[in-house]
C-alpha cells in the first residue's frame, strides 16, 4: 500500500513538472505586437507550443516589407525574445 502511495505521488510530481500551465503571462495579442517590434511588418501566424526545454513559447510568423517571413519565437512567460 506504501509502494502504491509513493508511486503515485512520483507520478504526480513527474506530471507537474511535464506540462506547462494553461495560461501564459504574455497574451497572443502582446507576443503579436512583440514580434513586430523585433521583425516590423504583418504578423502572418501565432502559435503557441513548447520549446525544447519544455517551456512555453509563442511563435509568431511575420511578413517583411521586404517579402520574407521571418519566425520569432517568444518566451511566453517573460516575453523576451528566444
Do not use: F
Amino acid at each position: 500500500m506504501l509502494r502504491l502511495a509513493l508511486t503515485t505521488i512520483a507520478l504526480v510530481l513527474g506530471l507537474t513538472v511535464l506540462l506547462p500551465t494553461a495560461s501564459a503571462a504574455v497574451s497572443r495579442e502582446q507576443a503579436a505586437e512583440l514580434a513586430q517590434r523585433k521583425a516590423p511588418g504583418r504578423v502572418l501566424k501565432v502559435e503557441r507550443g513548447l520549446h525544447v526545454d519544455n517551456s512555453v513559447i509563442w511563435r509568431i510568423q511575420v511578413l517583411t516589407a521586404a517579402g520574407e517571413v521571418r519566425l520569432v519565437i517568444l518566451d511566453a512567460e517573460t516575453g523576451r525574445v528566444r
